[in-house]
């Protein structure tokens, strides 16, 4: 009987060695007279223990890891034999930190083979479309709406109302555009989807389409990801081929295409409007709103644009209702959320949960504290416009209200850890800098506010008028923070004044009022 | 090794420019092909793209010009790109910057002058758990340490 491993193929495993790992294995197999079958599937997301690498027994999928290339014909006779093993984890989905997930968009990745449509189909795939397409468009809108989902690239807006807006404004045609400019340091979760399960994001993407009437859509990958561009290219000539996509998809009557187009290295067109001008072939420069994307978007057409996660959420809330995905969460931040630990972290990875969770727990329970053995001394949540928080703020749930609240923001769901030997200053230079390498340069506060902040840190880190040069940095944040025109030169304060209220000792000295005679 | 590219021929430009003009909003897509080939974007090939799209040249040189990705001309033999967002300099991804640029001779966005490598920066791979990361030529590499990083050196100086 074949023997079926399974190792991924997603880049973070493939960065520390996947592909001689499933090399390795394959000669061992073959030295040894074993026949095997090496299924090569996405992530699970526990990164610490990559290259994971997965076998089918009668209990389950087993699996093994980190494995290298020298411990890979020993972890194939561990398997063969049924044997003990230092790397052996146990069944996969009993792993603690697998199972205390929630795992609704990331469920089948690292499972599946994300070239298979027949393994998509076999995991529960479709079964939203299939239920759409005996619901109207607007039960189908209802469900989304019903459902609370925001979206997942960082403003956190009801998608519900945003696909309600298209579908109720007439035009000759309409757009569907997926967001997959994943910029922001620490974040991976899109890269992971569209590696590991691409055909839940052209699931969601082609019920957006039936939603709101649209029958073309593009996918806008950012170059840094070309295994996700080619996991999606892949995925769309499956799907036409198998008849869900394309003239009457799935048997329906409905029609819809899709194609991938590829960023050019600049991080400001993750912002929407600036995403949409690329799209149209031009330099990526904000666009002023109103017009709203919904009603003038791509080609001045109204226009879904939303992240890869809202779209890959859109199956598990048709097939299972939206009360099923709605039953999760908090407040006003309903489901899952997927998401990254990052940086200096014993255990990072993909963590899908229900949101509610605090910071605390995800950092030092669930990622493990600092790679390093050090104390954890900040984590930036959101990205590289998110907030640098201390240890005091551990407890603040992640929930969108909750970092709001706190002058943080949770973004598209990326925690970046830094241990003691942080420079807090150095950070808040680098959110300057790099606002100013991205600028798109439409807007004054952004493009020349960024350029004088790394000046003035530069003094501050020299030593030089520090209190005069700090009451400087908080005016240019002041002004870039409500004189910008979108957010990379709006959230860029956040990142610098964080750093700067939380770690004031990093700027220098502070302050010193009268001495007290002694 | 990056791909042997061709040189610069305008027959070829040409027909490259032609297989895609066709789409909306094309330009991207040009450029990235135009530079898929040749290595870079030729200048000449701007005001061609641009009398195939109807677009001024301005218009096409201020969209090359915009983004990162796109070269004025060909990059060192090898291509390697470290990345320097937060999460790696979490990892400790600049000191192997630093080490990279004192083992080459060159600061970051710059070539060897035996024209064999690139050292270029960039802003995140997506390999964030798995920090500090790095590009060579396509290849992703994470969990660099001192020793991975001289290695990725001295595999691109050859």
Redesign the interface.
Known sequence: MTMRLFVPRD??A???GADDVALALERAAATRGIAVEIIRTGSR?L??L?PMVEAATPQGRVAFGPVSTTEAAAVLDAITSDSPHPLRLGVADEIPWLKRQTRLTFARCGVVDPRSMEDYRQHAGYRGLERALSLTSDAILAEVAASGLRGRGGAGFPTGIKWKTVAQTSADRKYIVCNAD???????A??MIMEGDPFVVIEGMTLAGIAVGATKGYIYIR?????AVAAMNAAIAAAKRAGYLGERLGGSGHRFELEV???????VCGEETSLLE???????IVRAKPPLPAHKGL?GKPTVINNVLSFAAIPFILAGGAKAYADFGVGRSRGTMPI??????SH???FETAFGITLGELVDDIGGGC?SGRPVRAV?VGG?LGAYFPRALFDTPFDYEAFAARDGLIGHG?V????DS?DMSR?AR?AME?CA??S?GKCTPCRIGSTRGVETIDRIRRGERVTENIAVVEDLCATMKFGSHCALGGFTPYPVMSALKHFRQDFGPAPTGLQAAE | MTAPYEPWDEKRGADIIAEHAGL??????I??AVQEAFGYVPEPAIPMIASA?NLSRA?VY??FT?????RKQPAGRHVLKLCR????????GDRLAARAEARLGIALGNATADRRVTLEP??????????P?A?LD?R????LDDAGIDALVAEAQR
């Open positions: 880049a973070g493939v960065a520390v997301g990164y610490w990559e994943e910029g922001d340091s620490g974040t991976f899109d890269r170059s840094e990801y070309p295994h187009r590829v960023g050019a290295g600049a991080y690329s799209l149209e072939g031009r330099r990526g080609f990254q630990l990052a940086g200096n972290i990072g990875g993909l790679q930036q590289p990326g970046v850890v830094f241990d942080v950070q680098f790099f390498i991205e798109c | 909306e909003g094309a330009t991207l897509v450029l990235h799209l218009e201020g969209v915009f983004y990162h990705d796109f967002a937060e999460a790696c300099q979490a990892a400790g960039i802003y995140c791979l997506g390999l964030c758990a798995t920090a990361s590009l396509g992703v590499i994470g969990r």
